[in-house]
Each structure stands twice: as structure tokens, then as C-alpha cells.
């Protein structure tokens, strides 16, 4: 069985990957026979559906309950791997045993400090935002304290063209200290240390126990990196068909929830 340490990296895109669930027989055999499961998941969109404000967004009972369940098999190890910061990510999870981590991976990993000049510039390049960009009828910023969000899930595509352009020529000054990150209805502003989900998972597959499967599930955009770093894993993305990194496709965050319940029925 490959693993995570000895491949090469996957930089293949794939324009229509197989779905997941019709091919999930030959997954879960692979699951059982491996000495040890890593299992890492996006939240928004993955375990949860989107909804039009984050702060909507919750996780069923039933979905914490099989995350908990999953979480205490010994051969098993269970991450959320989230771009909302980790205190509220924690708090929307509550599954004991699943370990958080925020920011993209930022928070809950050791490495990567934020120095003085990039906070000032992002302090900076806020405050420029706020002036200039989010009156701009239809987007809310979220401020995530070391990084932060523009939404703009209610603005018309005239407005989000326009808001775009005024985005990309502020931060033009910044780009030595920041970088702009697009996902789904988002723009987040992040400073450079703050490097993502594909060094996340890189700094993660280190503590790999050997012979490791890693089971990665993500739909969006920043997931895309983490792809590309865990060659021979399963990697699913989430949504609807698109070109990805990822080997497998889920439609939907009910289609992932229904594959980790055959995981955990595989591994009984
Ligand atoms: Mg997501």
C-alpha cells in the first residue's frame, strides 16, 4: 500500500473524478487492511452544508455523535482542518477526541510567526478595506484577529467584479507581507506565515505513525493545496464536479457523512 511519506508529489488535475460512494467498497478495504487511519476533514461545506452566514452554520447531533464515535477507535486519528479560527471551530465541533485545528492550520500546528511588520500592514490594509471597499453594498467583513474575510455571498456579480479590482490594487503595496486567498464567497486576507492546508498537512504527515492511510475531505478552493500535498491518499472533494486535485468526488456533505458511516461499520 502506498504511503503518505513514500510517493511522489500529485500534481494531476483531474477534470471529472469517479464519485466516491459507488467506489467505496475497494476505499474501505484499503481502510481495514491499514495499520493506522488518518482521517482529515474540512467543516463548512463538508460536514456541514453552507449556509448564507457562517455563523448559521452548525453541526447535527447525529454527525457529532459519529465523529466522537469514530474518534475513540484507537487505530484511528480524526482532524478538522478549518480556514474559521480555532475558538469558534471548537466550539461548533464538540466532539471529544477530534482535534481542531484553525486558520487554515495555523492554529493548532507548531511553526509559523506572525512578525510585527506583517501585522501592520494588515492593520493597515483593513483599515484601507474598510474605507474604500466594504461600503460596497452586499459584503461583511470578518475579522479574524491575525487574518481576515470578506464575504460577499449578498453582492451582485457587478459588485463583486468592482470590489475585486479595488481588492487586488490595495493590496498590490502589501504583497511582500501578505497574500490574498479566494474561496467560496470569500476573499481572505492572510499574512504570509500563514502558509495553508497544504503545509498543514505537510507538517502533519510527519507525525504519521508508518503505514498510515490518509482519508482527506474538503470542497473548496483551500482544499486544493492539501490535495496536492497527500499523494496516495484518498482525497475527495466535495460539491459539485469540477476539476480538482482530488482522486474521488462526494456530492454533497450528506454523501461524506455516509461514508464515514461505512467507515466506522469497516472498522467494527
Ligand atoms: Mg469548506
Not at 448564507?52 to 465523529?67: A, I, T
Not at 501592520?120 to 475579522?143: C, K, T, W, Y
Not at 484518498?234 to 461524506?256: D, F, I, L, M
Request: hydrophobic fraction near 40%.
Amino acid at each position: 500500500m502506498p504511503t503518505a511519506s513514500h510517493a511522489r508529489p500529485h500534481r494531476r488535475i483531474i477534470a471529472r473524478p469517479p464519485p466516491l460512494l459507488k467506489n467505496s467498497a475497494g476505499i474501505l478495504r484499503r481502510a481495514q487492511r491499514a495499520r493506522h487511519l488518518m482521517l482529515i476533514l474540512d467543516f463548512d461545506g463538508t460536514l456541514t452544508p453552507l449556509r448564507r452566514q457562517p455563523e448559521q452554520v452548525r453541526l447535527s447531533s447525529s454527525s457529532r455523535k459519529l465523529l466522537h464515535r469514530l474518534a475513540q477507535r484507537a487505530r484511528l486519528s480524526l482532524f478538522i482542518l478549518s480556514g474559521r479560527p480555532l475558538l469558534d471551530l471548537e466550539r461548533r465541533v464538540r466532539a471529544r477526541g477530534v482535534r481542531c485545528l484553525g486558520l487554515h492550520g495555523w492554529e493548532g500546528l507548531p511553526g509559523g510567526r506572525v512578525d510585527r511588520a506583517s501585522r501592520d500592514a494588515l492593520s493597515q490594509f483593513l483599515a484601507a478595506v474598510e474605507e474604500q471597499i466594504l461600503p460596497i453594498p452586499g459584503l461583511r467583513l470578518e475579522n479574524k484577529q491575525v487574518a481576515f474575510a470578506i464575504h460577499y455571498r449578498g453582492a451582485s456579480p457587478v459588485a463583486v467584479r468592482h470590489a475585486r479590482r479595488r481588492l487586488l490594487c490595495l493590496l498590490h503595496p502589501y504583497q511582500k507581507l501578505l497574500r490574498l486567498m479566494e474561496g467560496k464567497k470569500i476573499w481572505e486576507v492572510l499574512p504570509r506565515a500563514l502558509a495553508g492546508k497544504g503545509a498543514a498537512v505537510r507538517k502533519l504527515r510527519t507525525s504519521f505513525p508508518r503505514g498510515s492511510l490518509v482519508i482527506y475531505m474538503g470542497d473548496d478552493t483551500t482544499d486544493e493545496e492539501a490535495f496536492s500535498a497527500l499523494p496516495g491518499a484518498v482525497t475527495v472533494r466535495v460539491g459539485k464536479a469540477c476539476s480538482t486535485h482530488a482522486r474521488w468526488q462526494a456530492r454533497n456533505p450528506a454523501e461524506v457523512l455516509r461514508f464515514l458511516s461505512l467507515l466506522e461499520a469497516e472498522l467494527e
